[in-house]
T-cell receptor, first 110, second 120 residues
C-alpha cells in the first residue's frame, strides 16, 4: 500500500518559470517530510525538508509547502534552471524509516 | 559531502546464480546502512536495515534467506541475492548514515548510485 504518492510521473517547464511538484500522503501522523533529487546513474541527494509543525520552508530557489489538512506536500522551484532537470522524490520519515514516492521527472527546457 | 559507492553498477546473471552487491561509505563510518529496491515506475522500497556487527532487520515481505545482508565493518555492507530469478531483476540502492552524525539530522542518509540487476 503506497504511503506516499506522486501522481505526476513527469513535468516539463520552461527555463525561468516556476516548477511545482506535488506529493500526497496517507497518514496524518507523519511528522517529517523531505524532497530528494536524483540524476541518472546517481543516488538520491537530499534537497529540502519540513516538519509537521511548519507549513513552509524555503531554501534559495526551493520552497516546500505542507498542507496537513489535505495531506499534501509540494515543492516549488523558482526560477527553474536546466540543471534542475532530474527525478524528484518526496519522502516521509516516521518510525525510523523512510517512505518514498514514485518520483516525478522534471525537464526544464532552455 | 559524504560519498557512498556501490559495486557493481550493473550486473547480468543467469537464473539460479547468486549475486553480491557491495555498498561502501568512502569518507565516513556508517553504523547503519539501508538497502532499497526500486522497480520501474515505482518508489524506493526499504528492504532491510543493517547495523554494523549485528543481524540485519528485514522489512515485512522481504525474504531474509534470499537477500543476505552482511555489515562486517563500519564502511562496508553487502547484499547477496541468492538463487536469483527474473523477478528479482530490479534497481538496488544502498544508503548509509554517518556515525559521526548519530542522533543528529535524520535526513543525513547518503545514497549510493545504485546497482541494476538483470536476471535472465
Amino acid at each position: 500500500d503506497q504511503q506516499v504518492k506522486q501522481n505526476s510521473p513527469s513535468l516539463s517547464v520552461q527555463e525561468g518559470r516556476i516548477s511545482i511538484l506535488n506529493c500526497d500522503y496517507t497518514n496524518s501522523m507523519f511528522d517529517y517530510f523531505l524532497w530528494y533529487k536524483k540524476y541518472p546513474a546517481e543516488g538520491p541527494t537530499f534537497l529540502i525538508s519540513i516538519s509537521s509543525i511548519k507549513d513552509k520552508n524555503e531554501d534559495g530557489r526551493f520552497t516546500v509547502f505542507l498542507n496537513k489538512s489535505a495531506k499534501h506536500l509540494s515543492l516549488h522551484i523558482v526560477p527553474s534552471q536546466p540543471g534542475d532537470s532530474a527525478v524528484y522524490f518526496c519522502a516521509v520519515y516516521t518510525g525510523n524509516q523512510f517512505y518514498f514516492g514514485t518520483g516525478t521527472s522534471l525537464t526544464v527546457i532552455p | 559531502g559524504a560519498v557512498v559507492s556501490q559495486h557493481p553498477s550493473w550486473v547480468i546473471c543467469k537464473s539460479g546464480t547468486s549475486v553480491k552487491i557491495e555498498c561502501r561509505s568512502l569518507d565516513f563510518q556508517a553504523t547503519t546502512m539501508f538497502w532499497y529496491r526500486q522497480f520501474p515506475k515505482q518508489s524506493l522500497m526499504l528492504m532491510a536495515t543493517s547495523n554494523e556487527g549485528s543481524k540485519a532487520t528485514y522489512e515485512q515481505g522481504v525474504e531474509k534467506d534470499k537477500f543476505l545482508i552482511n555489515h562486517a565493518s563500519l564502511t562496508l555492507s553487502t547484499l547477496t541475492v541468492t538463487s536469483a530469478h527474473p523477478e528479482d531483476s530490479s534497481f538496488y540502492i544502498c544508503s548509509a548514515r554517518d556515525r559521526g552524525l548519530a542522533g543528529g539530522l535524520i535526513y543525513e542518509q547518503f545514497f549510493g548510485p545504485g546497482t541494476r540487476l538483470t536476471v535472465l
